[in-house]
């Protein structure tokens, strides 16, 4: 009697269907290719669409649009073409008269002056952040632990809290009703959470680059400039943004620090064109559409490195 071990073609290729410790019984969720059909189901529920998803980024989308169509739509309206069809109405006519109206009330000068105001605060925190959180990332030490500890109390302190000794000072120092006077205490409450950002992300650079500069012989300002600054500027763009966004929709110290015609920002000059306007909202809303182009310039141009931070560092 020969013992026949022999296999089928068939076994080879599909191989055992069932499991040993089972008596031979098929193991369970298991189809004849061995495939689990839990995973066949799972591959099916991704494909499968998700209305309530959807459902809310549409509404969500509507929430976003309806204001800006009815800025965008409003400011080029006649101020009877408004009162008659409503916010939500298409222009019957088209006009340029609230733009222009809106310059002759002064937004050329509220516009410039913000735009000083913008550009002065910018700067302030692009020259001051950088140097200050790549000392907080590499030194150790109890008084740049004590300083970083300073900004974080920085946080929790808001500006209406401050707004009084805040003024006295400026009036001191003799900067009040002056730009100046605005640009110090609005980079000066900037400067927590820009450095809280930055030294974030430069905590990102790994040792071995550090190490990597170090033994080709690069002094600290050389490894700062040309290893630091490149692989942070995602975090750069934030600041940059965040730090342009308060200045230029700054109220509270433009209110209180200046008193002048010759001083005042946007923010101001739209509180005068509500009063001076009345109940002519399509020349106030032509002066809020030009008051968002040059912020949105700035998101335009910076959003690159914004996403490219958000990926990781140097956007790899």
């Not at 925190?125 to 920085?154: D, K, Q």
Request: with cysteine.
């Amino acid at each position: 009697m020969s013992n026949d071990l022999s296999v089928t073609p068939a076994e080879q290729v599909s191989g055992p269907t069932t499991s040993p410790t089972s008596g031979g019984a098929p193991r369970p969720g298991a189809t004849s290719a061995g495939v689990p059909l839990r995973r066949r189901a799972g591959r099916g529920s991704r494909n499968r669409p998700n209305w309530g998803a959807g459902v809310a980024v549409t509404i969500w989308l509507l929430i976003v649009a309806i204001p800006l169509y009815v800025l965008v739509t409003a400011s080029f309206q006649t101020q009877a073409g408004y009162a008659a069809g409503g916010p939500l109405s298409l222009p019957t006519t088209f006009t340029l008269d609230n733009f222009t109206n809106a310059f002759d009330q002064g937004f050329g000068r509220y516009f410039l002056n913000t735009l000083v105001v913008t550009v002065a605060v910018v700067g302030i925190v692009v020259l001051l952040v950088p140097p200050l959180s790549y000392a907080i990332v590499r030194n150790r030490s109890r008084a740049t632990t004590g300083i970083f500890r300073m900004f974080l109390l920085g946080l929790a302190v808001p500006a209406s809290a401050v707004i009084v000794p805040i003024f006295y000072v400026i009036s001191v120092v003799g900067l009040y009703d002056n730009l100046i006077g605005v640009i110090l205490p609005t980079a000066a409450f900037c400067l927590p959470i820009c450095t809280i950002i930055l030294s974030g992300s430069m905590r990102d650079i790994t040792n071995e680059l550090y190490e990597a500069m170090a033994l080709d012989g690069a002094s600290p300002k050389r490894v700062f400039m040309q290893l630091v600054l490149p692989l942070s500027k995602g975090g750069v763009a934030t600041i940059v943004v965040y730090s342009a966004l308060q200045a230029w929709n700054g109220f509270l110290f433009p209110l209180i620090l200046t008193q002048s015609e010759s001083t005042k920002v946007i923010t101001l000059g739209l509180f005068n064109f509500q009063t001076q306007y009345g109940v002519n909202i399509p020349g106030l809303l032509a002066a809020v559409v030009m008051s968002m182009i040059p912020i949105l310039l700035v998101y335009l141009f910076a959003r690159r490195a914004l996403v490219q931070g958000l990926m990781g560092v140097g956007g790899k």
